[in-house]
T-cell receptor
Framework: GNSVTQMEGPVTLSEEAFLTINCTYTATGYPSLFWYVQYPGEGLQLLLKATKADDKGSNKGFEATYRKETTSFHLEKGSVQVSDSAVYFC????????????FGAGTTVTVRA | DGGITQSPKYLFRKEGQNVTLSCEQN?????MYWYRQDPGQGLRLIYYSQIVNDFQKGDIAEGYSVSREKKESFPLTVTSAQKNPTAFYLC?????????????FGPGTRLTVL
């Protein structure tokens, strides 16, 4: 079945540092890829998505590019803020698994002022 | 404002009791989902419904039941058969259950079994 592996945390950064969270996947065919963010005690919010190879999703300064050749969808942000402290989840869905969303374990990011 | 509401936010239950978690959406979405989140883990799918009066088991359906009698509502019952029910439960909805549509999540219900 489909699966997602993302970088283990926790990750601690200083404000204005560069953030990268690695995400690789295993799937049959051409899945859609997503990054979700979860703030403490809340539900998940969609951060960005990409639905075909070489697509770049972007939102709020975050970017991720759908790389079919390396089966990756790494999340990046050039200059983080304290407000970016959250848990980040990489996820995918594809036809081989009835379009069910499969999540990575999540990466906790803490940004210090 | 359109969105997904879950109630209650915190729920306490004694062992052996069934409990029902509410999920309502006013986004006019066809598909709805229930997930379970445990500390330090990703989300696991319990049940999903692609359309009214239809639902399918997810990866961890044992000990749970659902109904989908109305488009906007998808309640989850945690039965006494669920061995370890203490967790954070998240409801989600999507315009359609397909490759492209993203899921929108509610704020969650934290269930604690005493």
């Amino acid at each position: 079945g489909n699966s997602v592996t993302q970088m283990e945390g926790p990750v601690t950064l200083s404000e204005e540092a560069f953030l990268t969270i690695n995400c690789t996947y295993t799937a049959t065919g051409y899945p859609s890829l997503f990054w979700y963010v979860q703030y403490p005690g809340e539900g998940l919010q969609l951060l960005l998505k990409a639905t075909k190879a070489d697509d770049k999703g972007s939102n709020k300064g975050f970017e991720a590019t759908y790389r079919k050749e390396t089966t990756s969808f790494h999340l990046e942000k050039g200059s983080v803020q304290v407000s970016d402290s959250a848990v980040y989840f990489c996820a995918l869905k594809g036809p081989s698994d009835d379009y069910k969303l499969s999540f990575g374990a999540g990466t906790t990011v803490t940004v210090r002022a | 404002d359109g969105g997904i509401t879950q109630s209650p936010k915190y729920l306490f239950r004694k062992e052996g009791q069934n409990v029902t978690l509410s999920c309502e959406q006013n986004l006019n979405h066809d598909a709805m989902y229930w997930y379970r989140q445990d500390p330090g883990q990703g989300l696991r799918l319990i049940y999903y419904s692609q359309i009214v009066n239809d639902f399918q088991k997810g990866d961890i359906a044992e000990g749970y039941s659902v109904s989908r009698e109305k488009k906007e509502s998808f309640p989850l019952t945690v039965t006494s058969a669920q061995k370890n029910p203490t967790a954070f439960y998240l409801c989600a909805s999507s315009m359609a259950h397909n490759l492209y549509n993203e899921q929108f999540f509610g704020p969650g219900t934290r269930l604690t079994v005493l």
